[in-house]
């Protein structure tokens, strides 16, 4: 196995990961992976995986590619699956298919796999470089890869706010703070997610619905997984009726949590429903929870050029006593969305 990095290489993996991105909002909880097959430098065959329980991107790819894959080099954005899921294993497929070098952008944790497609491919003879655009293939699937490695899902907290970082007037009134255009954008976060938390305070004042009905996802909002729905309510004030008044305890598979263990909940997301992207949008109570907990992995907030004033209601409850308790991020990314400014953070 060689790693390189050579233009030619990286140009025909970002056309594989450009593939993968055509299953982002569909493929959960299985990864989004591409795979292109290369022919003389020319394309011949290229995929995606579309659907948990549908063929891999290399079975799509190699269909195409026909018996110009003999000899070919294939592109993937991950590596090959050397196991018998639902589907067969794709690293055989590629055997079979005659192909002659396999470019991986990065290994697949799951224990199932976790470098044996690679030793497969080996085996046959087959030419493997690793290491092409592995940021930018990874990028694609952080929940699955963090969960494969940590059985930890990866967690997302949305945050809407003014400019002096109120979320609601004191009442409670809170509709709209941001932009249709911010709000829109929120339904991507959504349709990346296995699963939304909240809690049973945002369930009352705001009776959400928190489900994915964007028709801007380059796919229909049926062919999106619907997120699992989990609300925090330790005092036991909502359950699941099909005459209640809040949307959320109509829907039978709404899960609620009632302790305040929120990592025992996260691992439970991932080893019992095999939700690996988790979004939290909550009061800031809550938020507060997952970030003084250290449970958030990327802090997205909506900022609206409006002032709300010092009565109303905070971003988040956290009270650190001095400098040194402060919570710090690095920006990742700034835009800006319609009329508002869209922050990506990381914590340090």
Known sequence: MSIQNHSQDRYFMMLAIE????????????????CV??????????????????????????????ARAVGATAYVTLEPCSHTGRTPPCALAIIAAGVKRVVIAGLDPNPQVAGRGVKLLEQSGIEVTLGVLTAQAEALNHGFLTAMRTQMPYVRLKIATSLDGRTAMA?????????????ADVQILRAQSGAIITG????????????????QLGVSPEQVPTPMVVVLDRRQRLTHSPQSDYQLCRRPDT??????????LLKTLVSDYQCYDV?????????????????????????????????ARPMVEFNPLSLAQQLRFNVDSHEQIGSDLKLTLLPL
């Not at 430098?41 to 659907?51: N, S």
């Not at 899960?255 to 025992?264: F, S």
């Open 200 to 215: 049973s305070e945002t369930v009352i004042a705001d009776n959400p619905q928190l489900n994915v009905r964007s028709n």
């Open 279 to 311: 979004l939290v949008e909550a009061g800031a109570s809550v938020a507060g929870s997952f970030l003084s907990q250290q449970l958030v992995d990327e802090l997205i907030v909506y900022q609206a050029p409006c002032l709300l004033g010092a009565q």
């Open 19 to 34: 593939q993968a991105k055509q299953g982002l909002y569909t493929t959960r909880p299985n990864p989004a992976v591409g």
């Open 37 to 66: 097959i290369v022919q003389a430098d020319k394309v011949v065959g290229q995929g995606f995986h579309p659907k948990a329980g549908e063929p891999h991107a290399e079975v799509f790819a190699l269909r195409e590619a026909g």
């Open 171 to 183: 009442s409670g009134e809170s509709k709209w703070i941001t932009s249709a255009a911010a709000r």
């Open 255 to 264: 899960v609620y949590w009632r302790t305040d263990d929120l990592t025992t």
